[in-house]
């Protein structure tokens, strides 16, 4: 069964470096997230592409996060500086292009900042 | 804006015993629902859904959800748990009608003792 691809699955960092995560969505799905989850809580979207292109970021904190899917496939969610208030789980999904499919999340990158 | 509730943060049951973990939502529209399930440092798997037709949802590994409209309800149900259900659940609503983002609730933790 085709899987949703994230790497790494644990990060531990001290705060002002810089980190980044990869996805690699299900063959064929065009739309793909990026969420955060912090501990105790539901996932948060941060951002959403269709192809190539950003649907949503309006939750991404722009000073400091960076994403990006040049091709339309994988991705690479980037922060820099990260805080300590980054720790959390950043999970992936993709979905079929149309509207009301469920979405398919990978394991997710625990990160640690210290 | 859409929003779900999972008021309970912990369901207890015994093994062989029906199971429900609550959600209710609010949407303007008609909503699009969706339940997941996370084990321990995973990803979330999709379990159900509902999107129009009957409010009776099967979904995967014996559960259902039942969709009630005057209620703004969308219970999760099993009749009879296992142990290896046990982990956090999280229901979640599309945001709005023209968006694949979806709004998570902050999760109820079923624990299913022998």
């Known amino acids: 069964e085709a899987e949703v691809a994230q790497s790494p699955r644990y990060k531990i960092t001290e705060k002002s470096q810089a980190v980044a995560f990869w996805c690699d969505p299900i063959?064929?799905?065009?739309?793909l997230y990026w969420y955060r989850q912090i501990l105790g809580q539901g996932p948060e979207l941060l951002v959403q592409f269709q192809d190539e292109s950003v649907v949503d970021d309006s939750q991404l904190p722009k000073d400091r996060f960076s994403a990006e899917r040049l091709k339309g496939v994988d991705s690479t969610l980037k922060i820099q500086p990260a805080e300590l208030g980054d720790s959390a789980m950043y999970l992936c999904?993709?979905?079929?292009?149309?509207?009301?499919?469920?979405?398919?999340f990978g394991p997710g990158t625990r990160l640690t900042v210290l | 804006a859409q929003s779900v509730a999972q008021p309970e943060d912990q369901v207890n049951v015994a093994e062989g015993n029906p199971l429900t973990v609550k959600c209710t939502y609010s949407v303007s529209g008609n909503p699009y629902l969706f339940w997941y399930v996370q084990y321990p440092n995973r990803g979330l798997q999709f379990l159900l859904k509902?999107?129009?037709?009957?409010?009776l949802v099967k979904g995967s590994y014996g559960f259902e959800a039942e969709f009630n409209k005057s209620q703004t309800s969308f219970h999760l149900k099993k009749p009879s748990a296992l142990v290896s259900d046990s982990a956090l659940y999280f229901c979640a609503v599309r945001d709005g009608v023209y968006t694949d983002k979806l709004i998570f609730g902050t999760g109820t933790r079923l624990q299913v003792f022998p």
């Open positions: 999904a993709s979905s079929l292009v149309l509207a009301g499919t469920e979405q398919f």
């Open positions: 509902y999107i129009t037709g009957d409010n």
């Open positions: 063959s064929g799905h065009a739309t």
